[in-house]
């Protein structure tokens, strides 16, 4: 099970901290990512983590802005999203499945997630 939370509404140039709560999954085989899915548009992966050895990837529309990190002792993932533009704007999802030295930002990868917290950002 997955619980996103952190979402809201804040200006251009702003920053929000999303916390994502993981349980009944081995957090430290797990990879967890972030994805995000605004009205009209695809879902889009943008970073993820390893809870084996806390390596992450990004993609490059949050590259340098955003920061995915995780606490093993609280089995929680965390995304410090800095300098958000109003095209951040969407419901921001986490998800999970079993690492196996694999980093995707596609979503047909995970099996498991979070039920969505909602970002709005205001130019």
């Known amino acids: 099970q997955l619980q996103a939370s952190g979402g809201g509404l804040v200006q251009a140039g702003g920053s929000l901290r999303l916390s994502c709560a993981v349980s009944?999954?081995?957090?430290?085989?797990?990879?967890i990512a972030w994805f995000r899915q605004a009205p009209g548009k695809e879902r889009e992966g943008i970073a993820v983590?390893?809870?084996?050895?806390?390596?992450?990837r990004y993609a490059d529309s949050v590259k340098g802005r955003f920061t995915v990190s995780s606490d093993n002792a609280k089995n929680t993932v965390h995304l410090q999203m800095n300098s958000l533009k109003p095209e951040d704007t969407g419901v921001y999802y986490c998800?999970?499945?079993?690492?196996?030295?694999?980093?995707?930002?596609?979503?047909?990868?995970?099996?498991?997630w979070g039920q969505g917290t909602l970002v709005t950002v205001s130019s």
């Open positions: 983590i390893s809870g084996d050895d806390g390596s992450t």
């Open positions: 009944g999954l081995t957090f430290g085989n797990s990879a």
């Open positions: 998800a999970a499945d079993y690492y196996g030295g694999i980093l995707s930002l596609r979503a047909p990868f995970y099996e498991y």
